[in-house]
């Protein structure tokens, strides 16, 4: 693998993160959201990452070469599955008959968690994209 797609691989490893991030801030946001335009309440979005798929040429010259290395990271965004929590509030205006309303399925300790997690990992991109600068810039001055 070259320097450069080394920084490329880092990049997009901070971009997944970064994405991340935005939809923490989102989940966040709609803590309370208990109607979207959808008509119920709003559900926690994720991110799914897995290897960027890679083209045949691509492929076939890695192969030539012995190296083993992926095209980088794919993000997809889908919602959490987990259940709506019902809380008992007659006087909400999406309140049922008996006075259940469903709230979203966001955990405010989760996003946290999972907000100091995506910024560690983005870090680390950088931690790795500024090592990957560092022998770049070393190969340069070699005479």
Do not use: C, W
């Amino acid at each position: 693998m070259g320097l450069n797609q080394a920084m490329r691989i880092s990049v997009d490893g901070m971009d997944a993160q970064r994405i991340t991030q935005e939809l923490i801030a989102s989940n966040l946001a709609n803590a309370s959201t208990t109607r979207t335009v959808f008509g119920e309440p709003y559900k926690r979005k994720v991110a799914v990452y897995s290897e960027k798929p890679i083209t045949f040429a691509q492929t076939l010259s890695r192969a030539e070469n012995r190296l083993a290395t992926g095209g980088g990271v794919k993000v997809e965004v889908v919602d959490d599955k987990a259940p709506f929590e019902k809380v008992y509030n007659p006087g909400h205006p999406d309140a049922d008959e008996q006075g259940y309303v469903m709230m979203p399925n966001v955990k405010m300790s989760t996003e946290m968690a999972s907000m100091v997690e995506a910024s560690k990992y983005y870090e680390a991109n950088i931690t790795a994209f500024n090592a990957t600068k560092k022998m770049l810039q070393d190969a340069l001055q070699i005479q």
